[in-house]
Protein backbone atom coordinates (compact mmCIF):
# COMPACT_ATOMS: atom_id res chain seq x y z
CA UNK A 1 0.00 0.00 0.00
CA UNK A 2 1.20 3.22 -1.16
CA UNK A 3 1.79 5.85 1.98
CA UNK A 4 0.17 9.22 1.85
CA UNK A 5 2.87 10.92 4.13
CA UNK A 6 6.08 12.78 2.99
CA UNK A 7 9.20 10.98 2.86
CA UNK A 8 11.18 12.10 6.49
CA UNK A 9 14.61 13.97 5.99
CA UNK A 10 17.29 11.64 6.88
CA UNK A 11 20.44 12.64 8.30
CA UNK A 12 23.64 11.46 8.54
CA UNK A 13 26.55 13.53 10.40
CA UNK A 14 30.18 13.55 10.20
CA UNK A 15 33.69 15.68 10.10
CA UNK A 16 36.94 15.86 7.46
CA UNK A 17 40.10 15.82 9.04
CA UNK A 18 41.94 18.52 9.55
CA UNK A 19 43.34 20.35 6.91
CA UNK A 20 45.22 23.65 5.28
CA UNK A 21 42.23 26.55 5.54
CA UNK A 22 41.00 27.64 2.17
CA UNK A 23 40.05 31.34 3.76
CA UNK A 24 43.28 31.88 5.77
CA UNK A 25 46.20 29.66 4.45
CA UNK A 26 48.36 30.03 7.22
CA UNK A 27 45.31 28.19 9.39
CA UNK A 28 43.93 24.75 10.01
CA UNK A 29 40.30 23.66 9.02
CA UNK A 30 37.55 21.15 10.08
CA UNK A 31 34.15 20.95 9.05
CA UNK A 32 31.28 19.26 10.27
CA UNK A 33 28.44 17.72 7.84
CA UNK A 34 25.25 16.79 7.42
CA UNK A 35 23.87 14.91 4.33
CA UNK A 36 20.04 15.29 4.60
CA UNK A 37 17.89 13.52 2.08
CA UNK A 38 14.51 15.06 1.65
CA UNK A 39 15.30 18.35 3.96
CA UNK A 40 12.24 20.01 4.54
CA UNK A 41 11.85 24.32 4.36
CA UNK A 42 11.75 24.30 8.06
CA UNK A 43 14.65 22.43 8.51
CA UNK A 44 16.65 23.76 5.89
CA UNK A 45 15.36 27.30 7.23
CA UNK A 46 16.26 26.36 10.71
CA UNK A 47 20.03 25.27 10.12
CA UNK A 48 20.77 28.51 7.93
CA UNK A 49 19.80 30.25 10.76
CA UNK A 50 22.48 28.64 12.75
CA UNK A 51 25.18 29.15 10.16
CA UNK A 52 24.72 25.98 8.55
CA UNK A 53 25.52 26.12 4.62
CA UNK A 54 23.86 24.23 1.76
CA UNK A 55 25.52 22.52 -1.76
CA UNK A 56 23.27 20.07 -2.54
CA UNK A 57 21.97 17.43 -0.24
CA UNK A 58 25.52 18.37 1.80
CA UNK A 59 25.22 21.06 4.83
CA UNK A 60 28.56 22.13 6.20
CA UNK A 61 29.39 24.29 9.19
CA UNK A 62 33.30 25.41 10.45
CA UNK A 63 34.18 22.92 13.72
CA UNK A 64 37.86 24.56 13.55
CA UNK A 65 40.33 23.86 16.59
CA UNK A 66 41.23 27.35 17.94
CA UNK A 67 39.60 29.53 15.65
CA UNK A 68 36.63 31.87 15.27
CA UNK A 69 37.36 33.48 11.92
CA UNK A 70 34.51 32.50 9.84
CA UNK A 71 31.63 34.36 11.04
CA UNK A 72 28.09 33.49 9.30
CA UNK A 73 26.55 37.14 8.37
CA UNK A 74 23.07 38.39 7.44
CA UNK A 75 21.73 41.53 5.87
CA UNK A 76 18.90 43.30 7.13
CA UNK A 77 16.73 44.01 3.62
CA UNK A 78 14.14 45.68 5.58
CA UNK A 79 16.59 48.38 6.19
CA UNK A 80 18.83 48.04 3.68
CA UNK A 81 19.70 51.44 2.03
CA UNK A 82 20.39 51.75 -1.43
CA UNK A 83 23.26 54.13 -1.95
CA UNK A 84 24.70 56.17 -5.04
CA UNK A 85 26.84 53.46 -6.08
CA UNK A 86 24.18 50.90 -5.94
CA UNK A 87 21.83 53.16 -7.56
CA UNK A 88 24.68 53.17 -10.23
CA UNK A 89 25.15 49.36 -10.43
CA UNK A 90 21.02 49.04 -11.09
CA UNK A 91 21.00 51.46 -13.86
CA UNK A 92 23.72 49.82 -15.73
CA UNK A 93 21.91 46.77 -15.72
CA UNK A 94 18.62 48.20 -16.64
CA UNK A 95 18.78 46.18 -19.52
CA UNK A 96 19.57 42.79 -17.90
CA UNK A 97 16.93 40.24 -18.30
CA UNK A 98 16.06 38.21 -14.71
CA UNK A 99 14.57 34.78 -14.88
CA UNK A 100 14.09 32.25 -11.93
CA UNK A 101 13.10 28.56 -11.93
CA UNK A 102 14.47 25.46 -10.12
CA UNK A 103 17.70 24.87 -10.67
CA UNK A 104 18.88 22.91 -13.43
CA UNK A 105 22.11 21.29 -14.75
CA UNK A 106 22.81 22.86 -18.94
CA UNK A 107 25.62 23.09 -21.52
CA UNK A 108 25.60 26.47 -20.69
CA UNK A 109 25.63 26.63 -17.20
CA UNK A 110 28.91 24.39 -17.40
CA UNK A 111 30.79 26.47 -19.93
CA UNK A 112 29.59 29.76 -17.60
CA UNK A 113 31.10 27.46 -14.35
CA UNK A 114 34.14 26.63 -16.13
CA UNK A 115 35.06 30.27 -17.34
CA UNK A 116 34.46 32.12 -14.46
CA UNK A 117 36.67 29.65 -11.94
CA UNK A 118 39.03 29.91 -14.95
CA UNK A 119 39.11 33.88 -14.56
CA UNK A 120 39.32 33.84 -10.49
CA UNK A 121 41.90 31.32 -10.39
CA UNK A 122 44.16 33.66 -12.62
CA UNK A 123 42.78 36.82 -10.85
CA UNK A 124 42.83 35.66 -7.05
CA UNK A 125 44.29 32.41 -7.21
CA UNK A 126 41.90 30.01 -6.69
CA UNK A 127 42.48 26.54 -7.36
CA UNK A 128 41.06 25.65 -10.56
CA UNK A 129 38.97 21.63 -10.33
CA UNK A 130 37.40 21.01 -13.77
CA UNK A 131 33.83 20.13 -12.88
CA UNK A 132 31.52 17.85 -14.57
CA UNK A 133 27.71 18.29 -15.05
CA UNK A 134 27.15 15.05 -12.36
CA UNK A 135 29.34 16.73 -9.92
CA UNK A 136 27.69 20.23 -10.67
CA UNK A 137 24.12 18.78 -10.26
CA UNK A 138 25.33 16.81 -7.12
CA UNK A 139 26.39 20.25 -5.77
CA UNK A 140 24.36 22.71 -7.04
CA UNK A 141 21.00 21.04 -8.46
CA UNK A 142 20.32 17.87 -5.83
CA UNK A 143 19.12 19.04 -2.67
CA UNK A 144 16.87 22.38 -3.56
CA UNK A 145 13.38 20.52 -2.17
CA UNK A 146 10.82 22.95 -2.38
CA UNK A 147 12.86 26.10 -1.18
CA UNK A 148 16.00 25.56 -3.97
CA UNK A 149 15.89 28.46 -6.92
CA UNK A 150 18.49 30.02 -9.30
CA UNK A 151 17.78 33.42 -10.87
CA UNK A 152 19.46 33.44 -14.35
CA UNK A 153 20.88 36.60 -15.52
CA UNK A 154 21.21 37.48 -19.71
CA UNK A 155 22.43 40.11 -21.12
CA UNK A 156 21.74 40.80 -25.13
CA UNK A 157 20.06 36.91 -24.83
CA UNK A 158 23.32 35.40 -23.46
CA UNK A 159 23.76 33.93 -19.95
CA UNK A 160 26.08 35.84 -18.04
CA UNK A 161 25.11 34.91 -14.63
CA UNK A 162 23.67 31.97 -12.20
CA UNK A 163 22.47 32.49 -8.85
CA UNK A 164 21.47 29.96 -6.40
CA UNK A 165 19.35 30.71 -3.51
CA UNK A 166 17.09 29.18 -0.61
CA UNK A 167 14.16 30.52 -0.67
CA UNK A 168 13.62 30.22 3.83
CA UNK A 169 11.09 31.46 6.30
CA UNK A 170 12.57 34.18 7.22
CA UNK A 171 15.02 35.29 4.19
CA UNK A 172 16.53 34.07 1.77
CA UNK A 173 20.17 32.14 1.39
CA UNK A 174 22.59 33.32 -0.91
CA UNK A 175 24.22 29.93 -1.65
CA UNK A 176 26.54 30.47 -4.58
CA UNK A 177 26.62 32.87 -7.63
CA UNK A 178 29.23 32.92 -11.14
CA UNK A 179 29.24 34.82 -14.27
CA UNK A 180 30.83 35.63 -16.84
CA UNK A 181 34.07 37.66 -16.42
CA UNK A 182 33.38 39.25 -20.11
CA UNK A 183 30.63 41.28 -18.58
CA UNK A 184 32.79 42.17 -15.87
CA UNK A 185 31.85 46.06 -16.51
CA UNK A 186 28.16 44.85 -15.11
CA UNK A 187 29.26 44.35 -11.63
CA UNK A 188 26.84 41.21 -11.56
CA UNK A 189 27.70 40.02 -7.76
CA UNK A 190 26.69 43.12 -6.66
CA UNK A 191 23.55 43.37 -8.77
CA UNK A 192 23.14 39.65 -7.83
CA UNK A 193 22.80 40.67 -4.30
CA UNK A 194 20.77 43.92 -4.77
CA UNK A 195 17.84 41.58 -6.40
CA UNK A 196 17.92 39.26 -3.66
CA UNK A 197 17.40 42.19 -1.51
CA UNK A 198 14.56 43.40 -3.69
CA UNK A 199 12.84 39.82 -3.66
CA UNK A 200 12.91 39.89 0.00
CA UNK A 201 11.71 43.01 0.67
CA UNK A 202 8.58 42.21 -1.88
CA UNK A 203 7.85 38.97 -0.38
CA UNK A 204 8.46 39.97 3.27
CA UNK A 205 11.56 38.26 3.92
CA UNK A 206 13.70 40.07 6.31
CA UNK A 207 17.03 38.29 6.18
CA UNK A 208 20.20 37.59 3.63
CA UNK A 209 22.04 35.07 4.53
CA UNK A 210 25.34 35.96 2.93
CA UNK A 211 27.64 32.82 4.47
CA UNK A 212 30.80 33.07 5.72
CA UNK A 213 32.54 36.35 6.72
CA UNK A 214 36.20 36.46 7.40
CA UNK A 215 38.18 39.79 7.89
CA UNK A 216 41.24 38.70 6.50
CA UNK A 217 40.27 36.97 3.51
CA UNK A 218 39.91 39.28 0.51
CA UNK A 219 37.34 36.48 -0.84
CA UNK A 220 34.83 37.21 2.06
CA UNK A 221 35.56 40.38 3.72
CA UNK A 222 33.19 42.16 0.92
CA UNK A 223 30.26 41.11 2.61
CA UNK A 224 30.73 43.62 5.28
CA UNK A 225 29.78 46.08 3.44
CA UNK A 226 26.54 45.34 2.97
CA UNK A 227 24.54 47.09 5.72
CA UNK A 228 23.12 46.75 8.33
CA UNK A 229 24.12 43.54 9.02
CA UNK A 230 24.07 41.22 12.07
CA UNK A 231 26.67 38.18 12.82
CA UNK A 232 25.68 35.02 14.44
CA UNK A 233 27.08 34.27 17.55
CA UNK A 234 28.47 30.58 18.19
CA UNK A 235 27.17 27.23 16.30
CA UNK A 236 24.20 26.58 17.96
CA UNK A 237 22.29 23.44 17.78
CA UNK A 238 19.23 22.94 16.94
CA UNK A 239 17.89 22.63 19.81
CA UNK A 240 19.45 26.02 20.92
CA UNK A 241 17.93 29.66 20.15
CA UNK A 242 20.53 31.59 17.53
CA UNK A 243 21.76 34.61 18.85
CA UNK A 244 22.97 37.33 15.94
CA UNK A 245 25.08 40.26 17.10
CA UNK A 246 26.34 43.42 15.78
CA UNK A 247 29.73 42.98 13.81
CA UNK A 248 32.20 43.59 16.62
CA UNK A 249 35.20 46.58 15.67
CA UNK A 250 37.81 44.26 15.31
CA UNK A 251 36.23 42.19 13.27
CA UNK A 252 35.36 45.36 10.52
CA UNK A 253 37.82 45.56 7.37
CA UNK A 254 38.20 49.21 5.41
CA UNK A 255 35.04 49.69 3.85
CA UNK A 256 34.02 50.05 0.30
CA UNK A 257 30.69 51.66 -0.77
CA UNK A 258 27.56 49.26 -1.70
Known amino acids: ?77 FNFKFSKSAKRVMKKNANTKIHIQTPTTTT ?59 ICENGISSIYFFYDPDYSQYSLGRYSIYQQILMAQKYSLRWIYLGYYVKDCNSLNYKASYKPHKILVGSPSLKENPIWIDLPEDKIPSQKGT
Open 108 to 166: AHIKLYEKYHLYMSKKKGWKYYPISPALYNELYVQGHGEFGIEILYFIDGKLVGVDLVD
Open 1 to 77: MRSNKKEESKVIEFSTVETSCVYLPEKRMRMHYKYIKNASKKLNSDLTERGWRRFGEYYSRPACKDCNECLSLKIDA
